[in-house]
């Protein structure tokens, strides 16, 4: 009996035992396979933290944002601002004008003419001021019973008497094609300067008298015969999508 216990333990020591590393590697393979890769993204995750970026780049992406937020806030501030001067058009519409929707405007003439949709069936009739939001932009040139093209002071056939609201300095505003039309001051020394204010006349015959019209950008001194001055226009003309006609 005490002869076979003994061959028994000693054909047990003398059986193969299987490697360390391989039982390692089946429960790796089996937590692997059980937690769905989870355990295999945890391990990449704990061993490549050495390597993830810095907080210099955190800071990046959060200066970004911030600049994302600010441009985003700005662009609703100039929205929000054009509403409301949408709004005041609408509002000041009644006796003596009226509103009018821009339905079109020639690729090629941009600064030129624009249409728009509301015609002599509302009282509109060639010759009477436009104003969008800010100011005068031009005149009705032709009308029909639900349509009325406006040529804008940029047009290079306009012609508008003007003054300089700070010291009345009388001159004509032209069109010369582009977004800022020339104001040819009458006076050889009209001592105005890039700020100045510019209003209709009161001595034009064609549009109601001080009405706003921009604002001067440069001022050539040598023009001849008077000196010349850039005007920017209050209104946007460029971008204007609702007017007001004035009746008369």
Known sequence: MPAARWLRRATAAS???????????????????????????????????????????????????????????????LENGRLRGLLGLQAASGEGRVSAPVISREPGGWWQRLMLGAGSLQGIATGQAVLAPGGLIGRVSSVTPTTATVTLLTDPVSRVGVWVGRNQRQGLLSGIGTDRPLLRFLEKDPQVRPGDVVLTSPASTLVPPNLPVGVIQAVNDSADPAPEAIVQLAAPVGAVDWVQVLLR
């Open 15 to 77: 059986a193969p035992r299987a490697p360390l590393w391989l039982l390692v590697m089946v429960l790796v393979l089996l937590g692997i396979r059980f937690s769905r890769g989870a355990l295999l993204a945890d391990a990449y995750a704990l061993l490549s933290r050495p390597f993830w970026p810095g907080t210099a780049q955190s800071e990046w992406l959060r200066s970004a944002r911030r600049l994302e937020d600010q441009a985003r806030l700005s662009q609703l501030e």
